[in-house]
């Protein structure tokens, strides 16, 4: 009850402010403002992996969705300075992998710019056409299809080749700039190892 009140007060306090104050003098704010709001929903956690010319690349996104579901198709959006974007082309295949609520390491590693993180990573190839994490929860072979830029990301529209789920495992949350995690068991109703229970008291 007291952070729901506190979260209810700031929200109506950014409104006000952001009402007053939406004008290009005060673009910084704004950014500001969308960072923070950005960060008080939660979302799957993601790595997008690619083997192009023998090197891989990968890194950690939560800005993926589904496009459509017929045909299969997905969105994932990435910053032009990524060397994981740089990498791949229209035609491209790439591995998507929804991270599961065990795998922030992961997470962390990928999100790095360190030269050798994909040493760190098990990968395996899905069904010969791209490389996903292993573990993941949901691991997806993708071709890309379109890459549209925009300001300083890209767009990357991609479809589903293959792929391989483990409803049992639960996905990672991320939420405020953390993992969460807010179940107590797992979909199948096994309970959570203590070490998987993230569970965060606000
Ligand atoms: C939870 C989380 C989500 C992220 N989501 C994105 C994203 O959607 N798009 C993006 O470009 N970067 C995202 N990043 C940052 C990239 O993972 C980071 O810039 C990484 O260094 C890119 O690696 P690369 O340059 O080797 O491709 C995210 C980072 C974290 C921790």
């Given at each position: ?70 045909p ?34 992961i ?78 068991e ?5 309970p ?11």
């Open positions: 009850m007291r952070v729901e009140s506190l979260s209810g007060k700031l929200h109506f306090k950014e409104r006000v402010r952001l009402m007053h104050r939406a004008d290009e003098s005060n673009q910084e704010q704004l950014n500001v403002a969308y960072r923070t709001a950005c960060g008080l929903y939660s979302t799957p956690v993601a790595a997008v992996t690619a083997r192009v010319e023998s090197e891989l690349f990968g890194a950690t996104v939560n800005s993926f969705t589904s496009l459509s579901l017929d299969a198709m997905l969105v994932v959006c990435l910053a032009q300075a990524s060397n994981t974007a740089k990498a791949l082309q229209v035609g491209s295949q790439f591995g998507l992998s929804i991270l599961s609520s065990d795998q922030e390491t997470a962390r590693t990928l999100a790095s710019r360190d030269p050798d993180k994909m040493k760190a990573v098990l990968l395996r190839d899905l069904d010969g056409l791209a490389p996903v994490v292993e573990g993941a929860q949901s691991q997806m072979a993708c071709h890309v299809e379109d890459i549209v830029p925009h300001a300083t990301h890209v767009i990357i529209i991609a479809r589903l080749k293959a792929i391989e789920y483990d409803p049992t495992r639960l996905p990672a949350v991320y939420y405020k700039g953390r993992f969460v995690l807010r179940m107590s797992r979909h199948d109703g096994s959570i190892p203590p070490e998987l229970r993230h569970v965060e008291t606000l």
